[in-house]
Each structure stands twice: as structure tokens, then as C-alpha cells.
């Protein structure tokens, strides 16, 4: 199972940082994604990172603004979101990767609740 926190609502050029905790004795295995959601829009890759930590993976849209990090010694991944943009704005999720893309979200499961993020102008 996993649990999103840390939304909110920011002004543009503000810092959020997202975290996504897991419950389970797997979860140092697992690779593991951000994704995000705006209503009527299909959900879109943000980020990967390996199981070790090692190896990340962002979006174009993202790259160089926000960091993904994670502490197996919590079963926590995290989302560092910096220069943010109201097209930032979005309901952000964290998966497991149960597939072999760490871009597509139907490679992914056990989806969090969500969090939202809103970034005004």
C-alpha cells in the first residue's frame, strides 16, 4: 500500500516536496514512479528511480526542476519539486513498477490515493 502527502498550494517559483510512503517488507525491490493527473487527461510520467537509488529517470517537462530520492530505511520515496509552474498543477501519484517501462503508467501498480498539487500565478 501506498500513501501520498505533502500537496498543496504554492505560488509560482515555490517549492513543494511530495512524499509517498509504502507499507510492506518489498518495497527495497521495487522501482518505483511519480506520475501526475489533471482532470479529463490521462495520467503522465514525472519520474522513476531504481530500487537502490541509483538510476533516475525524468520528464522533459520536469527535468532540471524537480529530484527523486528515496530512503529504504523508511520505504519512502520522495519528490522534490522546485521552479514550479501552474502547468504543474495536477493530482500526483506514486507506483511500483510490476512491468518493464518505467515511463508507462500501465506498467505500473499499487497506486496511491494521491496528493494535489496547485501552483497559482
Known amino acids: 500500500q501506498l500513501v501520498e502527502s505533502g500537496g498543496g498550494l504554492v505560488q509560482a517559483g515555490g517549492s513543494l516536496r511530495l512524499s509517498c510512503a509504502a507499507s510492506g517488507r518489498a518495497f527495497n525491490t521495487y522501482v518505483m514512479g511519480w506520475f501526475r493527473q489533471t482532470p479529463g487527461k490521462e495520467r503522465d510520467f514525472v519520474a522513476t528511480?531504481?530500487?537502490?537509488?541509483?538510476?533516475?529517470l525524468y520528464a522533459d517537462s520536469v527535468k532540471g526542476r524537480f529530484t527523486i530520492s528515496r530512503d529504504n530505511t523508511k520505504n519512502t520515496v520522495y519528490l522534490q519539486m522546485a521552479s514550479l509552474k501552474p502547468e504543474d498543477t495536477a493530482v500526483y501519484y506514486c507506483?511500483?513498477?510490476?512491468?518493464?517501462?518505467?515511463?508507462?503508467?500501465?506498467?505500473?501498480?499499487?497506486w496511491g490515493q494521491g496528493t494535489q498539487v496547485t501552483v497559482s500565478s
Open positions: 507506483a511500483a513498477l510490476l512491468g518493464v517501462s518505467w515511463r508507462d503508467p500501465d506498467d505500473f501498480g499499487s
Open positions: 528511480i531504481s530500487s537502490t537509488g541509483e538510476s533516475t
